[in-house]
């Protein structure tokens, strides 16, 4: 009898696991749903997708530009960061900054005369 409670105690175990990555799979659904209505919004495929990260790429470029044009003025990277992580859950804090990075060096977005903060061009 021991040795069954020890298989049942496994199985819940397991079940209790699967119903987790449910729960998480749906989070993660919710938010690409989300982004394909912020893309489909605000026209985000309009830049080809080359790789195949460059899709998110663009998707999270848009709504960092769409955060900075909301919040209107220079904001942190930890700022930006926790707007886009919202639909984003699973956004590395380093690739995050690779795309700061990058669109700073296309003239998306420019640095802020105050450190460690960012701003569109055409805000002072």
């Not at 021991?2 to 049942?8: D, I, Q, T």
């Not at 380093?94 to 296309?106: D, E, G, K, N, V």
């Given at each position: 009898m021991?040795?069954?409670?020890?298989?049942?105690d496994q199985l819940?175990?397991?079940?209790?696991?699967?119903?987790a990555k449910i729960?998480?799979?749906?989070?993660?659904?919710?938010?690409?749903?989300?982004?394909?209505v912020t893309a489909r919004r605000q026209?985000?495929?309009?830049?080809?997708?080359?790789?195949?990260?460059?899709?998110?790429r663009v998707i999270i470029e848009t709504k960092i530009l769409d955060f900075l044009r909301r919040f209107r003025k220079?904001?942190?990277?930890?700022?930006?960061l926790n707007a886009v992580k919202q639909d984003h859950r699973s956004l590395n804090a380093?690739?995050?900054?690779?795309?700061?990075?990058?669109?700073?060096?296309?003239g998306l977005i420019s640095?802020?005369?105050?450190?460690?903060?960012w701003r569109l061009p055409s805000q002072s």
């Open positions: 021991n040795n069954l409670l020890s298989v049942e819940v175990a397991q079940l209790t696991e699967i119903e729960v998480e799979l749906e989070a993660e659904r919710r938010a690409v749903q989300r982004m394909i026209g985000a495929d309009a830049e080809p997708a080359l790789r195949k990260n460059s899709a998110q220079p904001a942190t990277s930890a700022l930006i380093a690739t995050f900054r690779s795309y700061l990075h990058r669109m700073h060096q296309r640095r802020s005369d105050e450190k460690g903060r």
